[in-house]
């Protein structure tokens, strides 16, 4: 599907019990590809694969990352507004809620073994810059609405600083993980330290539950993560 080769990309991903079903944005206009667990479709079955969308009608540029849906409470609403915003996304989404299973099995941003690390990681490869979303409690880093980092590596510090001062413009009290300590910057974040390995932009953001509470809070957090992905989706 990232090359553009929609009919040979659904026979090799029904291969491996993927499907793929396009849709059009209602809003903008824009034609994506949802890649599944076929299995879901079919009888029910959630083998925890999560789901794939790709832009169709712009080569892939940047992807955005949900490992912890539902979990962290509307980083998946919040990463399909990012995705519907800027031509040229992928969005990437876990498919299980972090603690299902024993110990830290669903808790795809910590763990190589996943389907969602395997995607991240082939869009890596491509050179995809990337953001991973996430959510924490109010009262876990009292402080700060927001922290800003770029995981294990320092090479996405611009685009960091830029993200920062947008939700800094939102009203957002925003730790910078690159100018001090913060709690929850994502220094063994796995697609992080993959990142940093292979030299790729890679971005770790955590918004406290007011700040993604309601539709005006998930609006305004899409608005800032845009200005870092329009940058870039090019031209």
Same mark, same amino acid.
């Given at each position: =599907?990232?090359?553009?080769?929609?009919?040979?990309?659904?026979t090799? &991903?029904?291969?491996?019990?993927?499907?793929?079903r396009?849709?059009?944005d209602?809003v903008?206009g824009r034609?994506?590809?949802?890649?599944?667990?076929?299995? *879901?479709?079919?009888?029910?079955?959630?083998?925890?694969w999560?789901?794939?969308?790709?832009?169709l009608? $712009?080569?892939?540029?940047?992807?955005? +990352?949900?490992?912890?849906?539902?979990?962290?409470?509307?980083?998946?609403?919040?990463? $399909?507004?990012?995705?519907?915003?800027?031509?040229?996304?992928v &969005?990437?989404?876990?498919g299980?809620?972090?603690?299902?299973?024993?110990? #830290?099995?669903?808790d795809? !941003?910590?763990?190589?073994?996943?389907?969602?690390?395997?995607?991240?990681?082939e &869009? =890596?490869?491509?050179?995809l810059?990337?953001? +991973?979303?996430?959510?924490? !409690?109010? #009262?876990?880093?009292?402080?700060?609405?927001?922290?800003?980092?770029?995981?294990s590596?320092?090479?996405?510090?611009a685009?960091a600083?830029?993200?920062?001062? *947008?939700?800094?413009s @939102?009203?957002?009290?925003?730790c910078? *993980?690159? %100018?001090r300590?913060?709690? &929850?910057?994502?220094?063994?974040?796995? +697609?992080?330290?993959?990142?940093?390995?292979e030299?790729?932009?890679?971005?770790?953001?955590?918004?406290?539950?007011?700040?993604r509470a #309601?539709?005006?809070?998930? %609006?305004?957090?899409?608005? $800032?993560?845009a200005?870092?992905?329009?940058?870039w @989706?090019?031209?």
């Amino acid at each position: =599907m990232l090359d553009g080769k929609e009919t040979e990309a659904r026979t090799r &991903l029904a291969e491996v019990d993927f499907t793929v079903r396009t849709f059009t944005d209602t809003v903008g206009g824009r034609r994506f590809a949802e890649v599944s667990d076929a299995a *879901a479709r079919t009888d029910g079955a959630n083998r925890g694969w999560g789901r794939v969308y790709i832009d169709l009608d $712009a080569p892939p540029r940047w992807s955005v +990352q949900v490992p912890h849906p539902i979990a962290d409470l509307d980083t998946e609403r919040l990463g $399909a507004r990012v995705l519907r915003g800027t031509p040229g996304g992928v &969005l990437v989404v876990a498919g299980a809620h972090r603690t299902a299973g024993r110990g #830290d099995a669903a808790d795809v !941003a910590h763990r190589t073994d996943s389907v969602f690390h395997g995607v991240v990681s082939e &869009l =890596m490869d491509r050179g995809l810059p990337g953001v +991973q979303l996430h959510g924490f !409690a109010d #009262d876990s880093f009292p402080r700060f609405d927001a922290v800003v980092s770029t995981g294990s590596g320092n090479h996405a510090v611009a685009d960091a600083r830029r993200l920062a001062t *947008a939700f800094g413009s @939102a009203g957002l009290r925003v730790c910078r *993980a690159w %100018e001090r300590d913060c709690k &929850l910057s994502g220094t063994d974040n796995v +697609q992080g330290r993959a990142a940093d390995r292979e030299d790729r932009r890679f971005l770790h953001v955590e918004l406290n539950t007011s700040s993604r509470a #309601d539709e005006a809070g998930l %609006e305004a957090s899409a608005r $800032a993560v845009a200005t870092v992905v329009d940058g870039w @989706a090019g031209p």
